[in-house]
């Protein structure tokens, strides 16, 4: 679930628009631009993309356990174990995207600059990253999105709070796991 801020996405989706028409320095200073001016009516957008995101997730969840429904179906055809969906995305509700205590990766500190990236990753294995986009992904657009990836995926505290509870309840609940093998 993404929180829209005004001083996250709007800035976000101005420079990535703007940058093949105006170049980076110009980017940067109409994305800021457009911050300051969506601050006036931020908290519209804001609700609105916060309704939309929930939309989508909830659509997401019930798409994605269809599909392990018709998987378990076929599997049992077959005489195999079975497949286990757990939504949990709804949990994030308090700690989204551009909130004080997000438990998704966001950019770092919200520098719109850093490192020589626009928008830089606040994730642990971004240099890492760094390299093997830049040795796979040749065109631009390619390449930003390819240093970004962990943009809006659970960061420690997401993995800590949300999913490593909700499957190790899952779990116990479904007699995988007894409640004596629960950390």
């Known amino acids: 679930t993404i929180n829209v801020g005004t001083g996250g996405f709007l800035t976000f989706a101005a420079y990535i628009i703007t940058l093949p028409i105006v170049g980076q320095t110009n980017a940067l200073i109409i994305s800021e631009a457009v911050k300051e001016a969506g601050s006036l009516f931020g908290t519209s957008i804001k609700n609105s993309g916060a309704d939309r995101s929930i939309f989508w997730t909830n659509q997401s969840n019930k798409i994605i356990n269809r599909a392990v429904e018709l998987t378990n179906d076929h599997i049992k055809n ?3 174990g079975i497949i286990r969906f757990i939504p949990v995305a709804h949990k994030f509700n308090n700690n989204s995207a551009f909130t004080n205590n997000s438990y998704l990766w966001g950019m770092e500190n919200g520098n719109c600059q850093k490192d020589g990236l626009v928008f830089p990753p606040e994730d642990s294995v971004k240099k890492e990253r760094r390299a093997i986009c830049e ?4 065109t631009p657009g390619d ?6 990836y962990s943009f809006f995926h659970p960061n420690i505290k997401g993995v800590d709070n949300v999913y490593v509870p909700e499957i190790l309840n899952s779990l116990t609940y479904s007699g995988f796991m007894g409640k004596a093998n629960v950390r």
């Open 78 to 80: 077959q005489g195999k």
């Open 143 to 148: 390449l930003f999105f390819c240093l970004r």
């Open 135 to 138: 040795d796979l992904h040749k």
